[in-house]
């Protein structure tokens, strides 16, 4: 324990460790309690005429200046060519039935319970203040939290802008009231999280510029999405220091919570400071967070797609304005489009790594969450100025940027990347594509014990890749971000790090890259003192992966694995080994959390892992896609041409 308190504090930092002794402090001494005090809804001051000036103005998002007649046809015409129909989610929403985790639908009734968990029924105290709960319990906050992060807003707002019927915008109304009822300030988990509260405030902002103009959007209704903000405002107000000191996207968006508060309802006794202070958080937030190759501090594709909904967000609150971007800003925003850009394949699909709560702030479209053409194409509208090939996911950028005169972009994923800040390759071929983590530095902290995994794309599909996040609750067989949980090679079922907390690997282990002509190459020593070394190949037919391990003494056995949603993906693959081994395949071992794979948080499915087993102090195993492979003392055969170990 004390090895693992003196790594944290090399990686960390001494001042990481005095600010979390002061954040305990504030909670335990009542401090943040005082500062955002319990109290009614009416108790939050509101100027008189206040409404009558926001109606006047209040800046207008591209929502609420282009004609609805505009824009329907454009979203019946998606709805059709996807099979999506946002009324009819909309109707099931009027039936009590949420989308949760932008995937599986649940009953949660017309007057949902809030705080009760969608994930197991399980509920929260609603009755103290929020910095008396916790969301390390026995629930998973995260189904808590999740209807109240108002991603139901999206299909209302769509629904109505197909085919404008009031029962929509009503719809969007009896909920907030609901909300607020069982919601008041600073009371219950659902004010624990000034992320939570920022993705929510943004939802609210967004639909009440839908509706601005409609009748059931009555001056009470514009009074309370204004004590809304203000509570909001104040409560992230109370606490931003702890989120930027995150630094991830608890700190970019709660800085565009306080922002959107500002910008938004201006005219509120503190609307000037709110802004203020969130620009100032936010736009150091984005010079220390984003790479110099586009990467993202969070290590993750899911992660990193919010991040660029986040900053599409502050930019097109700043047009509304009549401001923009700061030039440096832009052009790393610019540069993380890029990146995100060239790791998405045709289908709009990315190798997931990295954790993975299936955020998705801007849920604008009809199609999949794993879909990341909405949100990059926004943000290739505002930040490059083109798109990708037209289709169903341009409805996003329609309804949030509004109509731009862009240049389609046709080549998405095309060549070869490497980002070696961010830690990240991609090799191509015209069947596939292998991507390949490999982190040289850790300027942030680590998000799983990923290093040297490869996920492998062929024909349309993914083989083998990450197989996400089931539940950041952490125990065993729920914590899918172990080196065991990746397609590595493992020595005595040790990897290269160890958890040591919910969000914290330890040590930040880096890979040394190696030249590799034929593709990308790295290595790292292990928590066992093992070397491990991966190539990968790209070749005209298809790819190679050579990995060689090395341990000083006998120390356990290798293992590799090769996970992946089916079994007649994974034996695609051909696989041998120097050494006398032994294949097993696996499936859903609720011990081991093996043979599972979550493609949404809080849920998880039977899939298959792929695992040979062999013994030695330097053991090799060559992976081939494509073609056929055979092991030589000194060489790899690959349809009959050799290529030197």
């Avoid at 003196?6 to 504030?26: D, I, K, M, N, Y």
């Avoid at 071929?429 to 799983?448: E, I, L, T």
Wanted: with cysteine; proline share 6%; glycine share 8%.
């Amino acid at each position: 324990m004390i090895l693992l308190y003196l790594s944290a504090l090399q990686h960390l930092g001494p001042a990481w460790f005095l600010r979390r002794v002061w954040f305990q402090a504030e909670r335990s001494l009542g401090w943040l309690e005082r500062r955002c005090p319990l109290q009614a809804w009416a108790d939050i001051p509101v100027p008189a005429e206040y409404v009558a000036r926001w109606r006047r103005s209040a800046p207008r998002l591209p929502l609420a200046q282009i004609d609805r007649a505009y824009l329907a046809p454009h979203v019946e015409a998606w709805a059709v060519e996807n099979g999506h129909s946002p009324v009819a989610e909309a109707d099931l929403l009027a039936l009590g039935r949420f989308r949760i985790f932008n995937h599986d639908l649940v009953d949660a009734g017309v007057r949902p319970s809030w705080q009760t968990s969608v994930l197991d029924g399980s509920k929260v105290d609603a009755s103290v203040h929020w910095s008396k709960l916790s969301d390390a319990g026995a629930t998973d906050i995260k189904g808590v939290w999740e209807l109240s992060r108002f991603a139901w807003v999206y299909p209302l707002v769509r629904a109505w802008v197909l085919d404008g019927e009031a029962r929509h915008v009503e719809r969007f109304w009896v909920l907030l009231e609901d909300w607020m009822q069982a919601n008041p300030p600073n009371r219950g988990p659902q004010w624990m999280c000034g992320q939570e509260a920022s993705f929510r405030l943004i939802a609210v902002a967004y639909a009440l510029q839908a509706f601005r103009s409609h009748p059931a959007t009555t001056d009470a209704r514009v009074l309370l999405t204004a004590r809304l903000a203000a509570a909001t405002a104040e409560r992230i107000r109370a606490h931003l220091a702890y989120a930027l000191s995150q630094q991830n996207n608890h700190g970019i968006s709660e800085s565009l919570g306080l922002f959107t508060a500002g910008a938004l309802w201006p005219h509120l006794p503190n609307s000037a400071g709110w802004r203020d202070q969130g620009l100032e958080a936010l736009f150091p937030q984005v010079a220390a967070l984003v790479d110099t190759d586009g990467g993202f501090s969070q290590h993750s594709t899911n992660y990193h797609r919010l991040f660029l909904q986040l900053m599409t967000w502050a930019e097109v609150v700043l047009v509304a304005e009549g401001e923009r971007l700061p030039p440096h800003t832009r052009d790393q925003v610019s540069q993380a489009t890029e990146f995100l850009l060239n790791l998405m394949e045709p289908d709009g699909s990315v190798p997931r790594y990295g954790a993975d709560d299936s955020a998705n702030l801007f849920p604008l479209s009809g199609v999949s969450a794993h879909d990341f053409r909405p949100a990059v194409g926004a943000a290739q509208a505002l930040f490059l100025g083109s798109r990708p090939v037209a289709g169903p996911w341009d409805e996003a950028s329609l309804l949030l940027v509004g109509p731009m005169p862009i240049t389609a972009r046709s080549a998405v994923g095309g060549g070869q990347v490497d980002c070696p800040v961010a830690g990240v390759g991609v090799l191509r071929n015209h069947r596939g594509a292998a991507f390949f983590r490999m982190p040289s530095v850790w300027r942030h902290r680590p998000s799983q014990a990923d290093q040297l995994h490869v996920s492998l794309y062929w024909d349309g599909q993914w083989l083998t890749e990450d197989v996400g996040t089931f539940s950041y609750r952490g125990g065993p067989a729920e914590d899918l971000g172990t080196a065991a949980h990746h397609n590595v090679v493992t020595r005595a079922g040790g990897g290269p790090m160890r958890k040591a907390g919910r969000f914290l690997w330890l040590p930040w282990v880096p890979c040394v890259r190696q030249l590799e002509p034929l593709g990308l190459g790295a290595s790292l020593r292990d928590l066992h003192g093992a070397q491990w070394t991966r190539r990968v190949l790209r070749l005209p037919q298809g790819f190679v992966v050579i990995d060689r391990v090395e341990a000083a003494a006998e120390s356990g056995r290798c293992e590799l694995r090769w996970h992946g949603r089916t079994r007649a993906g994974l034996e695609q693959l051909a696989v041998v080994c120097s050494e006398p081994s032994e294949e097993n395949w696996i499936s859903a071992d609720v011990q081991t959390g093996e043979g599972f794979f979550a493609s949404r948080y809080g849920h998880r499915e039977p899939s298959c892992t792929r695992r040979l087993t062999a013994g030695g102090r330097t053991v090799t195993f060559v992976t081939a896609l494509g073609c056929a492979v055979a092991l030589r003392p000194d060489t790899v055969l690959v349809d009959g041409v050799s290529y030197p170990l």
